[in-house]
Structure formats: structure tokens, C-alpha cells
């Protein structure tokens, strides 16, 4: 009898906290503004704070909202690849609401099994800050992943959400090359 109120009760409260994750902020450029401080954990678990791993070099971000947004941003990492575009990078999929962090585990355990263990490292899943860098580049139309440039005091020094292109690519990899004189 207990386990079937504990389920109702957990039915009933389904909606409420699920309306708790689908707060979407407006589309925003932040360019010359600091980095929110987040913390966030490869999935090598190793625990990640940004943006102070960007501190003293320029440090790339693609942000993902959406599980599909990895198309958009698999274009950019092969780009950045066969352009040469020397950077240090990470992917971070940032999932804000009560939900996907109490499903932090399955989340990552599903990126686990579609990332090469070599690359985990490289893959910073944001889930309790997740808000602040929502509201910090817009999540509404999550589809193509925020690139965001931190110079080295991590402030943003290029920031695109239009979707890969060749001519942002080669606007990206000129911002390099200037932050790096």
C-alpha cells in the first residue's frame, strides 16, 4: 500500500517538477562579458570548473542543450580538425531542471557509450549551474549549439548560435589567431 501512494505521489508531482525544466531564456550575444563561474564533470569524472581551466590561454566551449544539438556540434569539432585550429576545447552539454540532474547517471552513462573513452575528458556535462549558462547565452531554439571563445580572463571573445558554417569557422579560427599574439 505504501509503494502504490509513494508512486501516485510521485505521478502527481510528475508535471510540476517537469514544468521546472522547460524554463527557456532568450537567444542572447554575450560577447565581452565574463564566463559564468559553473562547475561541471568530464566523463573521465574529473571535476571541472569554467571557466578557470581557460585561465591564461584562450579556451573554446560548445555548448549543447539538446541531445540532437551533437550533429551541430560534430561538424564544428571536425572542422576545428581538419582547419588546424590549435584551441583548447570542451563540449559542454548543459541540461538545466530538476530532472535531468536526477537523471545525471543514465545521461552520462548514454554519452559514455556513444564518446571513445579517450575523448571523455574532453566532455563536461553542467547540470546544477546548468541555469546559469542558459540564461548567460539563451537556451530557446536549443538546436544549434552556443560556441563561445573565452580569451584568457574569460570574458567572451567570439560567440556564435546560428548553426556550423565554413565562413564561422573561418571567423572563429581568425579570432584564434589574434588571441593567440
Given at each position: 500500500?505504501?509503494r502504490?501512494?509513494?508512486?501516485?505521489?510521485?505521478?502527481?508531482?510528475?508535471?510540476?517538477?517537469?514544468?521546472?525544466?522547460?524554463?527557456?531564456?532568450?537567444?542572447?550575444?554575450?560577447?565581452?562579458?565574463?564566463?559564468?563561474?559553473?562547475?561541471?564533470?568530464?566523463?573521465d569524472?574529473?571535476?571541472?570548473?569554467?571557466p578557470?581551466?581557460?585561465?591564461g590561454?584562450?579556451?573554446?566551449?560548445?555548448i549543447?542543450y539538446?541531445q540532437?544539438?551533437?550533429?551541430?556540434?560534430?561538424?564544428?569539432?571536425?572542422?576545428?580538425?581538419?582547419?588546424?585550429?590549435k584551441?583548447?576545447?570542451?563540449e559542454?552539454p548543459?541540461?538545466?531542471?530538476?530532472?535531468?540532474?536526477?537523471?545525471?547517471?543514465?545521461?552520462?552513462g548514454?554519452?559514455?557509450?556513444?564518446?571513445?573513452?579517450?575523448?571523455?575528458?574532453g566532455?563536461?556535462t553542467?547540470?546544477?549551474?546548468?541555469?546559469?549558462?542558459?540564461?548567460?547565452?539563451?537556451?530557446?531554439?536549443?538546436?544549434?549549439?552556443?560556441?563561445?571563445?573565452?580569451?584568457?580572463?574569460?570574458?567572451?571573445?567570439?560567440?556564435?548560435?546560428?548553426?556550423?558554417s565554413?565562413?564561422?569557422?573561418?571567423?572563429?579560427q581568425?579570432?584564434?589567431g589574434?588571441?593567440?599574439?
Amino acid at each position: 500500500m505504501r509503494r502504490l501512494a509513494a508512486l501516485l505521489l510521485l505521478l502527481a508531482a510528475i508535471p510540476f517538477v517537469a514544468g521546472g525544466c522547460s524554463t527557456t531564456y532568450p537567444r542572447r550575444d554575450p560577447t565581452g562579458e565574463p564566463f559564468p563561474a559553473v562547475r561541471g564533470e568530464a566523463l573521465d569524472g574529473t571535476a571541472v570548473a569554467l571557466p578557470d581551466v581557460g585561465k591564461g590561454a584562450p579556451l573554446l566551449l560548445l555548448i549543447g542543450y539538446q541531445q540532437n544539438t551533437q550533429f551541430d556540434l560534430d561538424r564544428w569539432l571536425l572542422g576545428l580538425s581538419e582547419t588546424g585550429v590549435k584551441v583548447r576545447a570542451f563540449e559542454v552539454p548543459t541540461l538545466p531542471g530538476l530532472m535531468p540532474g536526477l537523471a545525471s547517471g543514465f545521461i552520462d552513462g548514454g554519452m559514455r557509450r556513444g564518446i571513445p573513452k579517450e575523448d571523455w575528458g574532453g566532455v563536461v556535462t553542467v547540470y546544477g549551474d546548468a541555469k546559469a549558462i542558459a540564461q548567460f547565452t539563451g537556451n530557446d531554439d536549443g538546436l544549434p549549439g552556443r560556441i563561445v571563445l573565452l580569451d584568457k580572463n574569460g570574458l567572451v571573445a567570439w560567440f556564435h548560435d546560428r548553426g556550423y558554417s565554413v565562413g564561422s569557422l573561418r571567423a572563429l579560427q581568425q579570432k584564434v589567431g589574434e588571441l593567440a599574439r
